[in-house]
């Protein structure tokens, strides 16, 4: 999917500590993904407005992020307010970060630039327990192939999400298109981590990565799910 029309997958929230950001890339678009020290998640175009450098490779003070290259600091609605080298300018309007609608949800950060999709919701489900994010060499429809070999274990409930059941338990698994050839699954259990926390982590970590070496094969899938 794409964020033009709809909410992506970025992130696992666990994995994004407050006072932090990462790069992320959905469809060729570079984005950064950053956490203000209160703890709210921020999802903009990976680029600052100055000299285009990456402002996921930048440091987070407070609820403002910098550019890595001269300092620039922007707020979090995506204005510079500071820059290092004028400490008295009135910083213009006009510099500004483009930002996009983001939003947490069953343990992952979301973003889009529809504001009229609907972020993805999985009914009853109060609590949920991270796995890993993985990024995979192979398209969308390579990984829909193989997850679809499981047959009525594994169910899509939206465009971007499915429920893959397993042992007993339900694995989110939430997809973001990287390019033609690159799709990176979030995954986590649905359910407390008071009962999934440890070795079941371990587990479906595993089997991620299991997963990935599968898709990643240069044995046709179709031939070992025909």
């Not at 678009?29 to 020290?37: A, F, G, H, P, Y």
């Not at 820059?83 to 889009?112: C, F």
């Not at 398209?139 to 042992?167: K, Q």
């Amino acid at each position: 999917m794409r964020m033009e029309t709809g909410w992506v997958p970025v992130a696992l929230s666990s994995t994004l500590e407050p006072g932090t950001s990462t790069g992320a890339i959905v469809v060729g678009r570079e984005i950064v993904v950053w956490r203000d020290s209160s703890g709210a998640a921020h999802v903009w175009e990976d680029r600052c407005p100055h000299r285009g450098m990456r402002m996921s490779f930048g440091f987070v003070r407070g609820d403002h992020i910098a550019c890595l290259y001269h300092g620039w600091q922007y707020d979090a609605a995506g204005q510079c307010r500071y820059i290092p080298a004028h400490p008295d300018l009135e910083v213009p309007k006009t510099i500004k970060v483009p930002t996009y609608l983001s939003e947490e949800r069953h343990g992952i950060v979301w973003t889009t630039l529809s504001s009229e999709a609907t972020c993805p919701e999985i009914p009853g489900v109060a609590e949920v327990t991270p796995v890993r994010s993985i990024y995979i060499n192979a398209s969308l429809e390579r990984v829909f192939l193989v997850l679809e070999h499981y047959g009525a274990e594994f169910s899509m409930t939206g465009r971007s999400t499915g429920i893959l059941f397993t042992g007993g338990d339900r694995l989110l698994i939430a997809f973001q298109v990287v390019s033609a050839e690159k799709t990176a699954l979030h995954i986590v259990i649905l359910g407390a981590p008071s009962d999934n926390a440890g070795p079941k982590q371990k587990q479906y970590a595993q089997w991620a990565q299991a997963l990935r070496l599968r898709l990643e094969s240069p044995v046709p899938v179709e031939a070992e799910v025909a």
